[in-house]
């Protein structure tokens, strides 16, 4: 038997419900023709008129006579009702409604394909949010160390006082560095697009389990388990690459997976299985950098090494 989802008047979804519960809460007048209701197998969210014939709601049970209302629904059906009126500008309204209405981030689809973020795009993604936490976080930083420092030098003090402040400096820089990420990550996974700056240039991002759009609370949790992720030798990152769902170690930790853009939305074909172009830039950008940085280092190196032989 068919299990049922439902869309209430404050666009929250229900269910799974059986199709009785459905047709007692219609008779009950707790749904009308407007609500919008889904099952596995349908390829979008449909006003519960649509599904009338499906759903029996045709006949009316009334002190054991049955009242037919074929005729009403066939007037929804040819347009002379205004029920269906009412359900079109429902349709129109709704949160599930395609991605770009002003409710598009809000939706949650379930029963299309789901495409899994994978480890390149990861990458790429954390790429792009690296430089942007790490430019804002070096300016703040620079700032405080300044004000700070100059403080210092005015108090004056021996050798070891100054060395005190400046451990002191450098502990409060790096825990605003902390809170700054924390607070980028969270907000942002947290927002309405569900995804940090760089998350959106490769269009992917990040749900719980069900789809639905992660809390501050767990988005700083999530923070936090990334931490854990890249202590134990970057391996709860490299599980990314390898577990069925694509997800790190922070990511079953805090039960979030990082998806296409386009899942959990009645559009689920338009989501990317390849890298993509944004992608591929970004990750050919991060390994120029990263060549030139090692062949840097291996100059630096030989340099010291010929100096010193």
């Given at each position: 038997m068919s299990q049922w989802y439902y869309a209430d008047a404050r666009r929250e979804r229900h269910g799974p419900v059986e199709a009785d519960t459905l047709r007692d809460k219609f008779r009950r007048n707790e749904l009308d023709l407007s609500t919008l209701v889904w099952r596995e197998g349908m390829p979008q969210w449909q006003p519960l008129s649509a599904m009338a014939e499906e759903l029996q709601l045709l006949v009316q049970p009334d002190a054991g006579n049955g009242i037919d209302l074929r005729?009403?629904?066939q007037a929804i059906e040819d347009g002379t009702a205004v029920a269906k009126a009412?359900?079109?500008?429902?349709?129109?309204?709704s949160p599930y409604a395609a991605p770009g209405s002003t409710m598009a981030g809000e939706a949650v689809i379930n029963g299309g394909e789901i495409v899994?973020?994978?480890f390149w795009k990861r990458v790429a993604a954390y790429?792009?949010?690296?430089?942007?936490?790490?430019?804002?976080?070096?300016?703040?930083?620079?700032?405080?160390?300044m004000v700070l420092g100059i403080g210092m030098a005015g108090l004056g003090g021996g050798s070891d006082a100054m060395g005190a402040g400046f451990v002191a400096i450098q502990l409060l820089t790096n825990l605003i560095s902390i809170g700054l990420s924390a607070a980028y990550y969270a907000g942002f996974h947290a927002s309405s697009g569900k995804a940090t700056l760089g998350k959106m240039a490769v269009g992917i991002k990040v749900v719980r389990s069900n789809g639905e759009r992660?809390?501050?609370?767990?988005?700083?949790?999530?923070?936090?388990?990334?931490?854990?992720s890249g202590?134990?030798?970057c391996?709860?990152?490299l599980m990314a690459a390898f577990t069925e769902r694509k997800q790190g170690l922070h990511d079953m930790i805090c039960d979030t997976l990082v998806v296409d853009k386009w899942a959990f939305t009645d559009h689920p074909e338009w989501q990317q299985r390849g890298l993509g172009t944004v992608t591929i830039v970004i990750l050919s950008l991060f390994g120029v950098l990263v060549?030139?940085?090692t062949v840097a280092l291996l100059a630096v190196i030989g340099i010291a090494a010929s100096r010193f032989s």
């Open positions: 005729a009403d629904y009412s359900a079109a500008a429902a349709v129109a309204e899994y973020a994978g790429f792009i949010d690296s430089l942007v936490v790490g430019m804002v976080g070096g300016v703040i930083a620079m700032v405080i160390g992660i809390s501050i609370a767990r988005g700083i949790g999530r923070y936090f388990a990334a931490m854990l202590l134990i030798l391996i709860g990152y060549l030139v940085g």
